[in-house]
C-alpha cells in the first residue's frame, strides 16, 4: 500500500516532506526485493507485484539508481517464471477464478511495462508476440476478485476498473511486432508491411476509442483514460513512420508517413498529460 501511494507523491507540489517518507518506502522495497533476489526465494504474486510498483515508482520520482532495464527484465523473468504467459484456465484448471484473473491482469501490466519501457530506450522487447497465450482480463472491479467462487464480469458498456487494461491488451501484440520490426537486428521493414501494421493497429484503435467513449461511469467520461491509450498508440505510428517520413521530399510516394508523423506529433506536443 505505501508503495502505491508513493506513485502519486511526487507529483503532489509542496509535499517535501511526504516525498522523503515516500523516497524511504521506495528504497525500502528495492532493499527487500534485493533481499530475494540475493536469497533466491521464490517468486509469487505480491514479489510480481511489488517489482511492477517499484518500476512505476522510477518513472515517477528519481529515487535510487537501480537501471529501469534491470527492472524490467527481472519482471519478465518473474512472470513467465510464473506461467503469466500461459492461460490458466488451460495450464492450470484447478486454479481459482480470482487467482487466474488475477495472474492475467499482471501479466498485462508487465506486458506493458515491458513495451513502454522498450519504446523508451529504443530496444526491441524481451518477449514475442506469438509467445504467450494469456488471455486478456475481463470485465471487472477489484473488489470482485475477492469473490472464491466463480467471476461475473461486467456489461462491455460499463466501465471497471480493468476496462483500460483490457483496452491496453487489445493492441500489445500488433505493438509488440511493429517494435520487434523497427528495432531488432537484421529485420526488414518495407513500405508495404508499414501500411498494413497501421491499418491493423487504426482499425483496433479506433475501436478502442468508440468503446471508450460509450461507456457509462459512475462519475465523468473517462476523458483522460482515452487520452492516454491514444498517447500510447500515436508513439507506435511515429515509430513505424519515421524512416519513411525522411524521405518524403525526396520521394512523394512516403507523403502519407509524412503527413502520419506531422499528425502524431502535434496530438502528442498538445495532449496535457504529457
Not at 102 to 110: G, S
Not at 250 to 261: F, L, M, T
Request: glycine fraction near 6%.
Amino acid at each position: 500500500m505505501l508503495l502505491v501511494m508513493a506513485v502519486g507523491v511526487f507529483f503532489c507540489p509542496g509535499s517535501a516532506a511526504l516525498q522523503s517518507r515516500a523516497a524511504a518506502w521506495i528504497m525500502g522495497g528495492r532493499r527487500w526485493l534485493a533481499r530475494r533476489r540475493v536469497e533466491c526465494a521464490q517468486f509469487d504474486l505480491n514479489t510480481v507485484q511489488i517489482c511492477c510498483l517499484l518500476f512505476v515508482n522510477s518513472q515517477t520520482s528519481r529515487v535510487g539508481s537501480e537501471p529501469i532495464g534491470l527492472l524490467k527484465g527481472t519482471l519478465i523473468c518473474m512472470a513467465m517464471k510464473l506461467g503469466f504467459s500461459q492461460e490458466s484456465s488451460k495450464h492450470f484448471p484447478a486454479m481459482s477464478a480470482s487467482e487466474a484473473e488475477m495472474r492475467r491482469r499482471l501479466w498485462t501490466t508487465v506486458l506493458e511495462i515491458a513495451i513502454q519501457s522498450s519504446l523508451d530506450s529504443g530496444l526491441p522487447p524481451l518477449i514475442f508476440s506469438k509467445g504467450y497465450n494469456c488471455t486478456t482480463t475481463s470485465n471487472l472491479g477489484d473488489a470482485d476478485l475477492l469473490d472464491t467462487g466463480s467471476l461475473a464480469p461486467q456489461p462491455l458498456n460499463v466501465f471497471a476498473q480493468s476496462s483500460v487494461s483490457m483496452v491496453l491488451a487489445s493492441t500489445q501484440r500488433i505493438r509488440l511486432r511493429i517494435f520487434h520490426l523497427v528495432n531488432a537486428p537484421g529485420t526488414t521493414l518495407t513500405y508495404q508491411d508499414t501500411l498494413q501494421l497501421t491499418r491493423e493497429l487504426d482499425g483496433i484503435s479506433n475501436e478502442n476509442l468508440a468503446r471508450m467513449q460509450s461507456l457509462t461511469a459512475s462519475s465523468a467520461r473517462p476523458t483522460n483514460y482515452i487520452k492516454t491509450l491514444d498517447v500510447c498508440t500515436r508513439h507506435f505510428l511515429l515509430a513505424l513512420h519515421a524512416s519513411f517520413a525522411g524521405q518524403a521530399r525526396a520521394n512523394p510516394c512516403y507523403n502519407y508517413s509524412r503527413k502520419v508523423r506531422m499528425e502524431a506529433t502535434a496530438m502528442l506536443l498538445s495532449n496535457p498529460l504529457l
